[in-house]
T-cell receptor
Framework: NAGVTQTPKFRILKIGQSMTLQCAQD?????MYWYRQDPGMGLKLIYY???????DKGEVPNGYNVSRSTTEDFPLRLELAAPSQTSVYFC???????????FGQGTRLTVV | GQQVMQIPQYQHVQEGEDFTTYCNSS?????IQWYKQRPGGHPVFLIQ?????EVKKQKRLTFQFGEAKKNSSLHITATQTTDVGTYFC??????????FGKGTTLSVSS
């Protein structure tokens, strides 16, 4: 099993550009999450999904959008990138709300 | 939603010393999970506690869940350089996402 796969690993965006961060899991997990991690600030929840077709906002959803059309995929869309979105983005998944979460390797995004 | 506060934010120890990080909440927690993130890496699950007063051990690591289920701790005995990283606690409720504390970054000098 590959676990949680995130692409790309690194990306530099210009202000105002858009992009999609891809996340796929092959563990048949119901729950999927997107976090961003800024230095010394821990992990902040952007969006999450408890199953295909269901998404909900987290702590810092502004500037992002998600969709969950399949169990496996949970892409994160950035529209009109801003320097404040420079961060490391982690996708994670878990079978249920009270089981361990598996993280992807992360995407390091820089907006200039 | 559930919020968890972690202290300290940073801790430096000499190899062989003990280390403890604390996780606190103002509300009763359904569970507490602990994760470790090595420098440049991604968070990796260590353990979950769900019962009041629960204590679990993994080799040199001891995890505790408070009697009131409002606090938790992770204690490392005789730290090693391999223990370096950031330790996060996280919690959630049924149907919601894991919310993480800000983490405690441990550095160890030999």
């Amino acid at each position: 099993n590959a676990g949680v796969t995130q692409t790309p690993k690194f990306r530099i965006l210009k202000i105002g550009q858009s992009m999609t961060l891809q996340c796929a899991q092959d563990m048949n997990h119901n729950y999927m999450y997107w976090y961003r991690q800024d230095p010394g600030m821990g992990l902040k929840l952007i969006y999450y999904s408890v199953g295909a077709g269901i998404t909900d906002k987290g702590e810092v959803p502004n500037g992002y959008n998600v969709s969950r059309s399949t169990t496996e995929d949970f892409p994160l869309r950035l529209e009109l990138a801003a320097p404040s979105q420079t961060s490391v983005y982690f996708c994670a998944s878990s079978y249920s709300w009270n089981t361990e979460a598996f993280f992807g390797q992360g995407t390091r995004l820089t907006v200039v | 939603g559930q919020q968890v506060m972690q202290i300290p934010q940073y801790q430096h120890v000499q190899e062989g010393e003990d280390f403890t990080t604390y996780c606190n909440s103002s509300t009763t927690l359904s569970n507490i999970q602990w994760y470790k993130q090595r420098p440049g890496g991604h968070p990796v699950f260590l353990i979950q506690l769900v019962k009041s007063g629960e204590v679990k051990k993994q080799k040199r690591l001891t995890f505790q869940f408070g009697e009131a289920k409002k606090n938790s701790s992770l204690h490392i005995t005789a730290t090693q350089t391999t223990d370096v990283g950031t330790y996060f606690c996280a919690s959630n409720q049924a149907g919601t996402a894991l919310i993480f504390g800000k983490g405690t970054t441990l550095s160890v000098s030999s």
